[in-house]
C-alpha cells in the first residue's frame, strides 16, 4: 500500500505495475522504479521508455520498449530486481501486443 500524496509514486501516473510480494515495481514510461512496503522509491531504469507492460519473476523486472514510438523498434527488456543494467531478451518482435508470463530466463 501506497498512501496517497506520499510523493511514493512521483508526479508521473504509473503506466504498468507489477508486484512480487515484497516490492511493487511500475513503469511511468521514463523510468522503471521499486518500492518496498514503508521504503523510498529506487529508480532501476532511469530511462526506461516502458510501454506499459511490465512483469516481474524473483530475479528479473521484465518491460517493453519501443512499441509505442513510430519509428522504435519493439523490444523486451529485463533489469535486475536490484538495478543494474537492462538487458536485452528479445528484439523486433513484430507485434504490438503480447501479454508477460512465464519464465523468460
Known amino acids: 500500500r501506497v498512501a496517497a500524496g506520499s510523493g511514493a509514486v512521483g508526479s508521473t501516473a504509473p503506466r504498468a505495475a507489477a508486484f512480487d510480494g515484497g516490492h511493487l515495481y511500475w513503469d511511468t514510461s ?5 518500492l518496498a512496503e514503508g521504503g523510498t522509491p529506487t529508480s532501476l531504469v532511469e530511462e526506461g521508455r516502458g510501454d506499459a507492460a511490465i512483469a ?3 530475479a528479473h523486472v521484465y518491460y517493453a520498449s519501443g512499441m509505442r ?3 522504435g523498434i519493439p ?3 529485463r533489469v535486475p530486481v536490484t538495478g543494474g543494467e537492462p538487458e536485452m531478451v528479445l528484439e523486433d518482435f513484430g507485434s504490438t ?3 508477460l508470463s512465464g519464465d523468460w530466463r
Open 69 to 71: 514510438m513510430r519509428s
Open 97 to 99: 501486443h503480447f501479454v
Open 56 to 58: 516481474v519473476d524473483d
Open 30 to 34: 521514463s523510468e522503471i522504479k521499486r
Open 75 to 77: 523490444q523486451l527488456l
